[in-house]
């Protein structure tokens, strides 16, 4: 299903102070790929034969290795001390995500020939690294035993496959943000930045699309599938010939257009004159592109998509787009919450959107018409919404974005979608985070973001954090859910 997301293979290359045994890299390398073996997918990692000793030669030479074995990420393993000048190098001139790990010495009853100093040697690591202006990922403590590398390494994985997917990702959007909804602005400075490409269209540019796909022959396969997925809940079955050739047209596009990038994500318009001249909302397309890995943002919600695509990455997973939407009324709360749940009403709030959430992600799902369009317009060139309460489970909450002068921020904060009944309408959760109220008010209204907030389902915090880190957001502007005792900057201390 994810196949819009790279597959990452990770050259591990040993390195070595000519000054320290040579076999204690050589022989921690390989005992940190049993480890590896052990636990994980062997095929996650290649096992350079080469050991940099203090030679700028042997850095070239692994560098080949490790690039005809088909490498798209790097783990630099000090088995030693290392050599500090040929592994950054090594680091520098390799084109991709890249970690450093240390090891620790195995036992107290071989601390004469049997140390390696590696504790000491990732010191002038980082500092040479730094000198260098070089990213690279350091875990939190990055000196173990082979087990415990093993682990660091797995925990690389999903931070590698983000790196590399926003390296070769394109955005495609249909035209400009609806009115209204100027908390959606996209400086696309910061994406090229990234090195995310971004293909700007017009609605009219889409809908000429659509109309060349009226009658093709592939459409009463996809409304089969439509009808599959759907079962019980196809309310609109009238709608979905429509659905089908617009999600036709939007997969063609993206093959015709991604051009040289190996990975696509859209942002896409869905009012305010999306539904008068197309005849129906585009949600529950939406919904199943992204269920199929290609993220689709409403409302043209550019950062909003690259944010999803960055949580699909990670994740492995479908992710979905939700407002911050509502607040949950005190008699639910009392009702539902306050007795069975270790939150505080303020913990929590509704996300919310007319119906891009996956089918899998639902726990029950019903094609409707969008209610707060059909207020307004007839309720027939509204349908196209997939309904439903979100399902219950860990949840992580973040959002990166450009400010409208092209500096860089993000947030991340993990809780748990409730299993408490909405009673509302639309592709809808009950969510509780953790000090979400001081979280909204100090981090979400005093930092200025959007209402759009990206899902990934599950806790996904730990590798998010360490994408912003690496993508170059100031650790100032990386902001997460503090604990009580933890004030923000903006907070009163008097309340």
Known sequence: MMNNIPKVKVGLVAVSRDCFPESLSVN?????????????????????????????????QALKDIKEAGCNALCVYLGNFGPEISETLLAKHFDGPKMFLAAAEETQNDLVQGRGDAYCGMLNASYNLKLRNI??????????????????????????????????????????RPLNFLACNAPIKQLYNLGVEIEENSELDLFEAFNRHEGDERIPAVVADMEKELGEGNKKPEILQKLAQYELTLLDWVEEHKGYRKFVAIAGKC???????????????????????????????????????????????????????NSVPKDMYQEAIADKFDYQHTDTFMGFHCGNTCSTKLCSHEMKHQMIMARSLPVEVTNGTLEGDIVPGDITFYRLQSTADNQLRAYVAQGEVLPVATQSFGGIGVFAIKEMGRFYRHVLIEKNYPHHGAVAFGHYGKSLYEVFKYIGVPITDIDYNRPAYLPYVTENPFK
């Open 28 to 60: 921690r390398r390989k005992a940190l790929v049993e480890a590896y073996q052990n636990k994980y997918d062997i095929e996650d990692i290649y096992e350079c034969p080469i050991c940099i000793v203090e030679s700028e030669i042997h850095m070239i």
């Open 271 to 325: 009012w305010p004159a999306f539904q008068t001249q197309f005849g129906f909302v585009p949600c529950y397309v939406n919904s199943r592109l992204t269920g199929k890995g290609i993220p689709v943002s409403c409302e043209v919600d550019i950062y909003g998509v690259l944010s999803e695509y960055i949580g699909t990455c990670v994740s492995e997973d479908v992710v979905t787009l939700l407002d911050i939407n």
């Open 135 to 176: 990213g690279a990922y350091i875990p939190e403590y990055p000196v173990g035993d082979a087990e415990d590398c093993a682990d660091m390494l797995q925990e690389f994985l999903p931070v590698a496959r983000a790196i590399i997917g926003l390296s070769e990702l394109k955005i495609i959007s249909f035209g400009p």
